[in-house]
């Protein structure tokens, strides 16, 4: 098999992806958590050099990137669509509560979730459908270890339907966007980074519930 970009890419992920992973079980989870920042950074920058073959690639992460903050930012500092929560420390630099690689998760998950539905459908409505339903999959998986790992915390404990319904409004928004335009994500670099991010966050979850992290 001929080693091309996508391939070394696919191997860097799961490399860091299932060392992560052995880490948090085996090893000092406290380290190999406190590396989530690094592990996102390398998965978007692998993102942009593995996606952008259509014209429009860029403007869509950047719209992804600028809607998720700011509809962060009105969560954090006002209440508004996602409920009453605050980030922690660790995911980095803040801008007004908001950590900046909350903007890059919302365009790299927009792009990953999206990439995939445009892989089972021509209709737009149904790319829409798939691209949100799996933008929500995930969401419920991280919001339960989210407190646990110091990402956010929702005030009162469990994230609220609030948090749920405002999650499907932005994502049908983006994805619409995406899929309007037709933007076309090639190979399966997305694919790929997709599932990893389930299987770490679901060991994450099975570890928290049995033993603690």
Same mark, same amino acid.
């Given at each position: ?28 989870? #406290? ?34 990137? =600028? +809607?998720?903050?700011?509809? #962060?930012?009105?969560?954090? &500092?006002? %209440?508004?669509? @996602? ?29 990953? +979730? ?7 459908? #021509? ?7 798939? %691209?949100?339903? =799996? ?25 609220? =339907? ?5 999650? +499907?409004?932005?994502?049908? @928004? ?12 090639? %190979? ?7 599932? =990893? &991010?389930?299987?770490? @966050? +679901? ?11």
């Amino acid at each position: 098999m001929k080693l091309n970009r996508e391939i070394i890419s696919i191997a860097i992920i799961w490399l860091f992806h299932v060392s992560g992973i052995l880490g948090i079980i085996y090893g000092n989870s #406290e380290w190999f958590i406190s590396a989530t920042p690094l592990i996102l950074s390398i998965n978007f920058a692998l993102l942009l050099i593995n996606c952008n073959s259509h014209k429009w690639f860029f403007y869509m992460v950047i719209l992804a990137f =600028l +809607t998720g903050m700011i509809t #962060e930012i009105l969560g954090v &500092q006002r %209440g508004w669509i @996602f409920g009453d929560y605050q980030y922690g420390d660790a995911l980095g630099y803040k801008i007004l509560g908001v950590p900046i690689l909350i903007g890059v998760n919302w365009a790299l998950l927009t792009i990953i +979730t999206a990439a995939i539905a445009q892989q089972f459908y #021509e209709n737009l409505i149904m790319r829409i459908v798939i %691209g949100v339903c =799996l933008m929500i999959f995930l969401d419920l998986l991280i919001e339960p270890i989210a407190p646990v790992l110091d990402f956010w915390a929702f005030d009162g404990g469990d994230a609220p =339907l609030q948090n749920y319904i405002g999650w +499907t409004a932005v994502a049908i @928004f983006l994805q619409s966007i995406f899929h309007y335009f037709r933007i076309e994500v090639k %190979g399966w670099f997305p694919n790929q980074l997709y599932l =990893l &991010q389930i299987i770490f @966050f +679901t060991v994450l979850l099975i570890k928290q519930k049995t033993i603690g992290i």
